[in-house]
T-cell receptor, first 110, second 117 residues
Framework: QKEVEQDPGPLSVPEGAIVSLNCTYS??????FMWYRQYSRKGPELLMY????GNKEDGRFTAQVDKSSKYISLFIRDSQPSDSATYLC??????????FGPGTRLSVLP | DGGITQSPKYLFRKEGQNVTLSCEQN?????MYWYRQDPGQGLRLIYY???????QKGDIAEGYSVSREKKESFPLTVTSAQKNPTAFYLC????????????????FGPGTRLLVL
């Protein structure tokens, strides 16, 4: 079993849809959780960061962490074609290296 | 502007040749990382360094070497021993969290695409 699992997609949605992206993990010691957006042939850019459990909202983006289920989510409201990218989840425990999911490729169709 | 720069954007390697990828950061971060990204496989850690003059192997270090002589710089050499070097290489940096849960994340450079001739 991989330490972090993520559906690779591709996921295609119409413009304006609510998108749900998810990762599951096996290491209960993870406490820092991140979502990155990566456009084709570019470096990943940080979208959301959450420490421990709970929700965090930033504009159209909401990150959720459920440590009891070892499950994190990223919701995108009113999705736009410019949101078309690969979304990577990442997590770590204190003092340890980052562990990344393989990424979900999202296409938002106009 | 604070950030991470990588050069070159594209790099071509001939058989038996060593090539060096540059990574520089002005974020004053202690830790720096090199990842390799292949289609559908996500990011795999090659080497990391948490302090100047010290570095550790990651999951796929064979065929690669690094140095960390300055805090700002962490170059990666892809040696001739790396038989399948074609990939997208990403450099990243981070600052270690303190015990209070200080917000700490990893920031990436724009990447270098390495191709074999």
């Amino acid at each position: 079993q991989k330490e972090v699992e993520q559906d690779p997609g591709p996921l295609s949605v119409p413009e304006g849809a609510i998108v749900s992206l998810n990762c599951t993990y096996s290491n209960s010691a993870f406490q820092y959780f991140m979502w990155y957006r990566q456009y084709s042939r570019k470096g990943p850019e940080l979208l959301m960061y959450t420490y421990s459990s709970g929700n965090k909202e930033d504009g159209r983006f909401t990150a959720q962490v459920d440590k009891s289920s070892k499950y994190i989510s990223l919701f995108i409201r009113d999705s736009q074609p410019s949101d078309s990218a690969t979304y990577l989840c990442a997590m770590r425990s204190y003092g340890q290296n980052f562990v990344f999911g393989p990424g979900t490729r999202l296409s938002v169709l106009p | 502007d604070g950030g991470i720069t990588q050069s070159p954007k594209y790099l071509f390697r001939k058989e038996g040749q060593n090539v060096t990828l540059s990574c520089e950061q002005n974020l004053n971060h202690d830790a720096m990382y090199w990842y390799r990204q292949d289609p559908g496989q996500g990011l795999r850690l090659i080497y990391y360094s948490q302090i100047v003059n010290d570095f550790q192997k990651g999951d796929i270090a064979e065929g690669y070497s690094v140095s960390r002589e300055k805090k700002e710089s962490f170059p990666l050499t892809v040696t001739s021993a790396q038989k399948n070097p074609t990939a997208f290489y990403l450099c990243a940096s981070s600052q270690e969290p303190d015990r209070g849960g200080f917000q700490e994340t990893q920031y990436f450079g724009p990447g270098t695409r390495l191709l074999v001739l």
